[in-house]
């Protein structure tokens, strides 16, 4: 979503120290850390949802 590689180190610290499987409430606040930071522009905020969603889909996939 953003042009350029980008470490989403709030989500990080979410999950850091968590045991696997993450459960979803981890999951969810993870992946909203993950665009907290996010400011759209008008033509783009469709964006956000989307990469909110492949976080989640993401850690759901590597913490099972």
């Known amino acids: ?24 409430a981890t999951v969810e606040a993870a992946a909203d850390a993950a665009v907290s930071d996010a400011r759209p522009l008008g033509y783009n905020k469709w964006k956000i949802p989307i990469a909110k969603a492949i976080v989640k889909q993401l850690l759901m996939a590597v913490a099972t």
Do not use: C, I, T
């Not at 470490?7 to 990080?12: F, I």
């Open 1 to 24: 979503v953003y042009p350029v590689p980008y470490r989403a180190v709030k989500a990080e610290e979410v999950v850091s120290g968590k045991h696997l499987p993450l459960d979803m």
